[in-house]
């Protein structure tokens, strides 16, 4: 779960720098999906969901490393959204599972309480970017107020996660 909570971690805190035409991200996001399709293969022997999750992030970190052109870019902005949402599902889907499993509670309830909303706001956003409202820039803020949430419940799982017998990988019990 760690590299999935830095993973998220990079993606939202990213910073944004232009120089001329250039624009650099530090860290890339490209790094943040790498980062979560590491974490969802090593916690892909808990639950076939983190298993499923792991094409979303590879073509999230291939579409973020390409860094669409202008002319795209709204096309790429809703393809990415919606298939962060997806790896977002797959992975609350997973924590779900093993807490079912191991009978403990790592806050699976609320992640996915925390995703409904995003998924509500993520479609407010789509509306009024199209239609170019001038109050985007609230629905904006608020959006990276829900992914601070969001991030704060994945930490929580981190940490409910970490030191668990059961967290241990086929490799470490070989």
Same mark, same amino acid.
């Given at each position: 779960?760690?590299?999935?909570?830095?993973?998220?971690?990079? %993606? +939202?805190?990213? #910073?944004? =720098?232009?120089?001329?035409? @250039?624009?650099?991200?530090?860290?890339?996001?490209?790094? $943040?999906? *790498?980062?979560?399709?590491?974490?969802?293969?090593?916690?892909?022997?808990?639950?076939?969901?983190?298993?499923?999750?792991?094409?979303?992030?590879? %073509? +999230?970190?291939? #579409?973020? =490393?390409?860094?669409?052109? @202008?002319?795209?870019?709204?096309?790429?902005?809703?393809? $990415?959204? *919606?298939?962060?949402?997806?790896?977002?599902?797959?992975?609350?889907?997973?924590?779900?599972?093993?807490?079912?499993?191991?009978?403990?509670?790592?806050?699976?309830?609320? #992640?996915?309480?925390?995703?409904?909303?995003?998924?509500?706001?993520?479609?407010?956003?789509?509306?009024?970017?199209?239609?170019?409202?001038?109050?985007?820039?609230?629905?904006?803020?608020?959006?990276?107020?829900?992914?601070?949430?969001?991030?704060?419940?994945i930490y929580k799982v981190k940490k409910g996660c970490e030191g668990q017998p059961w967290m241990n990988t086929k490799e470490e019990k070989e």
């Amino acid at each position: 779960m760690g590299y999935i909570f830095w993973g998220y971690f990079c %993606i +939202l805190f990213s #910073l944004h =720098f232009t120089i001329g035409s @250039i624009q650099l991200d530090l860290p890339p996001d490209f790094l $943040g999906y *790498i980062l979560i399709f590491a974490g969802l293969r090593q916690m892909s022997f808990q639950s076939y969901f983190f298993q499923r999750g792991k094409p979303f992030a590879v %073509i +999230l970190a291939v #579409l973020s =490393f390409l860094q669409a052109p @202008i002319s795209i870019f709204e096309l790429s902005v809703l393809i $990415g959204t *919606i298939l962060l949402l997806l790896l977002d599902d797959k992975m609350i889907r997973g924590i779900c599972e093993i807490e079912e499993k191991q009978q403990i509670a790592l806050g699976g309830k609320t #992640l996915r309480t925390v995703w409904n909303v995003k998924v509500i706001f993520s479609v407010c956003m789509v509306i009024l970017w199209v239609a170019h409202s001038a109050i985007i820039s609230v629905a904006l803020i608020t959006m990276v107020m829900i992914q601070i949430v969001f991030l704060v419940y994945i930490y929580k799982v981190k940490k409910g996660c970490e030191g668990q017998p059961w967290m241990n990988t086929k490799e470490e019990k070989e």
